[in-house]
């Protein structure tokens, strides 16, 4: 299992790389990620869901730049 640490650097990193790109694609995409945060947030009790949620977001966010390209 990966470790809780791994999977915030993880996040950060995606977030990061993600938020860099200059695409209107990719920048409505992460303004629609920061507002699901919060709800992951609230949804979640456990923070490795919660990681692993957003992880799975970004994603999501990352195939739609990688079929634009």
Excluded: I
Excluded at 11 to 23: I, S, T
Excluded at 33 to 43: C, K
């Amino acid at each position: 299992m990966v470790a809780l640490e791994e999977l915030k650097a993880t996040v950060l990193r995606m977030e990061q790389r993600l938020n860099a790109l200059k695409d209107a694609r990719v920048e409505e995409l992460m303004k629609a990620y920061r507002e699901l945060v919060p709800r992951f947030e609230r949804d979640f009790e456990d923070e490795r869901e919660r990681l692993l949620s957003r992880g799975g977001a970004l994603m999501l966010v990352q195939q739609a730049w990688k079929e634009r390209a």
